[in-house]
């Protein structure tokens, strides 16, 4: 590829930047970034590649445009671009829901411009450009996103860029998507700021200091709910149908743990718990953890 | 110390074993051990001690006794020692909740033997004497409870005994304990458990292959919820009435934030997330976690 301009330059943007220059996978790249705090950051970082701090008709000519912003500013990114944008550009995100963000492309996006989206599954609770690493992508998933209307050359032209990237590529589509990160994903973050907003009402009214008691494991829910509120608000808001069907899940399975502990159901615990035990193991044989104790901590 | 007797010897039991021996806390260490498998595993890892294989009148003349057995068999062994302890005996335990097994202990116990309860908070989703570690409690809080009818020499010794092993050591009545434990590691332990069952009854239902793609966050739940089941089953049934309340406030919270999705209440939920945020840095000032990404895992 002769260039690639990243628009937001975070964790995921910063990195593809790194990994970018680092395996020589385009010759120029360019960044745009909204906020003056991150573009001090990485001018300071020294990363590599040109900012630019107006998107205009230099963009006609970029060979990929990936969008690492927060989904909410999709819609006035869109408007934004859309009278520069070249078809022959591939357009790309990593945004962690789909179905909403696609109907906000499919509304706003010009009708003659292609955009196929993505998702790294390589977040974590740390934000901003100095956070970023070049091997964050190597050996994760991306799902890239395939629908009736997508453009085969331009998905097929992704799939080679992330593979190059290091990552292994899964195509689905975006329903497919939003349930089954509903679940591995988002369901798991929202239950990590809710135990921790819990623990936070529970100190507040017993007057205890718990919270130098969280080695336990209420600290590990902690990492989790750590994460960029803008990013999650997003993601929560925009695959809130899939939220609440897995709420729902969660709540009626927890009421029935309630129902075995309060009964001292001996035989219908102990299923349950042996039961979960199992997904552990194979977690760490699909190799989406590492096989460590506390995960090594020390 | 002279000696010290240490029953059932798994994962905490196999630490205190090894970390008795490198410190040179107590001449002789014996060794109780119902599991035939576990007393293999010990004498193939060498581990210090000699292995007794019956509870008998030799214990009458043992310093200190720390029984490490899930909860559940605490009546079962105090028949089993009841005849043969001695008063001058400090006895302690390691069990996670407290008001329970203690009146299991004023309801068993020979009534002229004193009890002197503890908990240190070190356990971790592994179990066995092959994962013990001599530096499992250093830097560690142990709680020990303090009721009226402790008895205070014993207190105070248990005290310089788990100062010596390397740990921080707290008093607190049982209440207090098993109220702030419900929160900080009982809870969080259901939670992660009835997150992964729910993963898995989504999988089963929408016949998706979804473990793979755990990376996002379900990985970490994994890892709490593959924890021994017949200690968690005894903490809790032991702390059932906790458990519900922490439940219900989980479940009220749960509800609300469901409720902020649902309308998009902006607002509502960036104050949700912004709050719960500041615990990770509260917990890594507190020293509860390590201050790495993604606790440094890679």
Redesign the interface.
């Known amino acids: 590829m002769k260039n690639i301009l990243i628009i937001g330059c975070g964790l995921l943007g910063s990195s593809l930047l790194r990994v970018i220059k680092k395996k020589k996978i385009s010759k120029q790249i360019f960044i745009y970034e909204k906020s003056k705090v991150n573009v001090l950051k990485i001018k300071k970082l020294k990363l590599p590649g040109i900012i630019i701090n107006k998107l205009d008709q230099r963009i006609s000519n970029v060979d990929l445009i990936i969008v690492c912003t927060p989904m909410s500013e999709y819609k006035n990114l869109i408007l934004k671009i859309n009278n520069f944008l070249s078809s022959k550009t591939i357009i790309t995100d990593v945004g962690?829901s789909k179905s909403e963000s696609l109907k906000i492309i499919k509304k706003f996006l010009r009708k003659d411009i292609f955009w196929t989206s993505g998702h790294p599954?390589?977040?974590?609770?740390?934000s901003g450009p100095e956070?970023g690493k070049s091997?964050l992508f190597e050996n994760?998933?991306c799902?890239l996103i395939r629908e009736k209307n997508t453009k085969k050359n331009h998905l097929s032209a992704l799939s080679k860029f992330w593979k190059k990237i290091g990552s292994k590529v899964v195509l689905m589509n975006s329903e497919?998507h939003d349930?089954?990160?509903s679940?591995?994903?988002?369901?798991?973050?929202?239950?990590?700021?809710?135990?921790?907003?819990?623990?936070?009402?529970?100190?507040k009214k017993?007057n205890?200091d718990?919270?130098?008691?969280?080695?336990?494991?209420?600290?590990?829910?902690?990492?989790?709910?750590?994460?960029n509120?803008?990013m999650?608000?997003d993601i929560?808001?925009n695959n809130?149908k899939n939220?609440?069907t897995?709420?729902n899940?969660?709540?009626k399975?927890?009421?029935s743990?309630?129902k075995?502990?309060?009964s001292?159901n001996?035989k219908s615990?102990?299923k349950?718990?042996?039961?979960?035990?199992k997904?552990?193991?194979?977690?760490i044989r699909?190799k989406?953890?590492?096989n460590k104790?506390?995960?090594?901590?020390?």
Chains 1, 2 share one sequence.
């Open positions: 962690s599954i390589a977040g974590s609770e740390v956070y091997d994760k998933w799902v497919k349930k089954i990160f679940m591995t994903s988002h369901l798991p973050h929202l239950i990590a700021y809710n135990l921790v907003k819990s623990a936070q009402d529970f100190e017993q205890y718990l919270i130098k008691y969280s080695a336990g494991g209420l600290r590990d829910f902690s990492r989790i709910a750590a994460s509120e803008i999650w608000r929560f808001f809130n939220m609440s897995a709420i899940l969660f709540i399975n927890l009421n743990f309630k075995d502990i309060n001292k001996n615990i102990l349950k718990l042996i039961q979960t035990k997904v552990r193991s194979q977690i699909l989406q953890d590492i104790p506390d995960f090594g901590r020390s």
